[in-house]
């Protein structure tokens, strides 16, 4: 059975960090991208980051880039999110999720209709 299971969220404050760990089972990671997105109230769900099958491809939304670091370990079946510098504007549902395809990547940003797979979400609330 195809699962991926979000970990990490929790309550923090402005400029504090959190690890967001997503678990997989039932399918071979290594050969899947694997992207973060995240719903704010009210708003729809957006991409925040995603790593290639292997690693070394990364694509971030630019309002992460240089806070937020994704990466993998095939081996066990993990993909992280260390998010450094929060933000009250990056409250939200974060959720992991499996590309459709095998083996391929995308140029510049994590479109969120290519990712069929999704976990259940973990809450990530950034406040005072």
């Known amino acids: 059975q195809l699962q991926l299971v979000e970990s990490g969220g929790g309550l923090v404050q402005p400029g504090g960090s959190l690890r967001l760990s997503c678990t997989t089972s039932?399918?071979?990671?290594?050969?899947?991208?694997i992207g973060w997105f995240r719903q704010a109230p009210g708003k729809e769900r957006e991409g925040v980051s995603c790593?290639?099958?292997?690693?070394?491809?990364?694509n971030y939304a630019d309002s992460v880039k240089g806070r937020f670091t994704i990466s993998r370990d095939n081996a066990n079946n993990i993909v992280y999110l260390q998010m450094n510098g929060l933000k009250p504007e990056d409250t939200g549902i974060y959720y992991c999720?499996?590309?459709?395809?095998?083996?391929?990547?995308?140029?510049?940003?994590?479109?969120?209709?290519?990712?069929?797979?999704w976990g259940q979400g973990t809450q990530v609330t950034v406040s005072s």
């Open positions: 790593i290639n099958s292997r690693g070394g491809n990364t």
């Open positions: 039932g399918f071979t990671l290594g050969y899947y991208a």
């Open positions: 999720a499996r590309d459709r395809l095998q083996q391929r990547w995308f140029t510049s940003n994590c479109p969120r209709t290519e990712f069929a797979y």
